[in-house]
């Protein structure tokens, strides 16, 4: 059974690890870091300020699905507005050993249930670059929909990464878990 919990520095080390090339890296971080590879340290300075506080207390949410066989994955969540109604999913990541096994989709339905449930947003965000369609398809099939927005694409290699824009909102999230 998949849980999902605030993140540990201690998770740095294997959250690092299963980026095995600077692409895979690229479509989790983005242009955030500006080297490759990054370390455990690297990591927890982006999410932890130098007394240990996160480093937008009550704003920034990183978190980490486990199992009984330990870490699976990693997101953060952090709020795009003053009245924190709309929530941003970002980082998302998979052990690459276990990709394609639906961890992802358990990962991500268990921080909607976070968002929707005990944050209680009005809405939920997310971006994914055009050419990571295993990721697209799996935020789609939890529930979100394809998003007007502007354009946004980063520099990626010498070429264009193209972001698709996605959002699930609290009606649409409770007509997709009526029980």
């Known amino acids: 059974m998949l849980r999902l919990r605030p993140y540990k520095t201690s998770d740095a080390d294997i959250i690092v690890s299963w980026c095995k090339d600077e692409e895979t890296f690229r479509k989790w971080t983005s242009d955030r870091y500006d080297s490759y590879p990054i370390t455990a340290v690297d990591m927890n ?11 937008e207390p009550d704003n920034f949410y990183p978190m980490t699905a486990f199992d009984e066989n330990g870490i699976v994955g990693h997101l953060i969540m952090r ?5 924190k109604s709309v929530l941003r999913f970002g980082f998302v990541i998979v052990d690459d050993s276990r990709r ?10 268990l921080s909607l249930k976070y968002a929707f449930e005990i944050l209680k947003v009005d809405k939920v965000t997310i971006g994914v670059f055009e050419n990571n369609m295993s990721a697209y398809w799996c935020y789609k099939a939890v529930g979100f929909k394809d998003a007007e927005a502007e354009d946004h694409s980063c520099d990626v290699f010498g070429e264009v990464w193209k972001v698709i824009e996605l959002q699930l909102t609290k009606d649409e999230y409770a007509l997709n878990n009526q029980n």
Do not use: L, P
Not at 79 to 83: L, Q
Not at 100 to 109: K, P, Q, T
């Open 79 to 83: 709020f795009t507005d003053e009245k």
């Open 100 to 109: 394609g096994m639906g961890y992802g989709r358990e990962m991500i339905s």
């Open 45 to 55: 300075e982006k999410y932890i300020s130098n007394n240990g506080d996160c480093i």
